[in-house]
Nanobody, 115 residues
Framework: QVQLVESGGGLVQPGGSLRLSCAASGSIFSTYVMGWYRQAPGKQRELVAVITIGGSTNYANSVKGRFTISRDNAKNTVYLQMNSLKPEDTAVYYC?????????WGQGTQVTVSS
């Protein structure tokens, strides 16, 4: 079963940038659709960005133009570059790997945007 480990979260000022990484192991990374989700306090988990096996991407409207998802199959890693961060981006960010009905989640990494 695939295992996912996120890293790169932290505290950043509004307007700043962070790059999240998600390292996968235990399965064939290139066969998975990869996504980033986030969950803010008191809110439901929401999809932030997704990248397909072929490299096509989709973004939530709230992050479009600011965030970029990418993948490096040779390194079994997916990234989320976050620019122009806003306080409303504060959340725990989760990496997800999907293949058909199979789905795996990382443990999450905290992103806090505050001055």
């Amino acid at each position: 079963q695939v295992q996912l480990v996120e890293s790169g979260g932290g505290l950043v000022q509004p307007g700043g940038s962070l790059r999240l990484s998600c390292a996968a192991s235990g399965s064939i990374f290139s066969t998975y659709v990869m996504g980033w989700y986030r969950q803010a306090p008191g809110k439901q988990r929401e999809l932030v960005a997704v990248i397909t096996i072929g490299g096509s991407t989709n973004y939530a409207n709230s992050v479009k133009g600011r965030f970029t998802i990418s993948r490096d199959n040779a390194k079994n890693t997916v990234y989320l570059q976050m620019n122009s961060l806003k306080p409303e981006d504060t959340a725990v960010y989760y990496c997800n790997a999907g293949s058909g009905r199979l789905s795996a989640w990382g443990q999450g990494t905290q992103v806090t945007v505050s001055s």
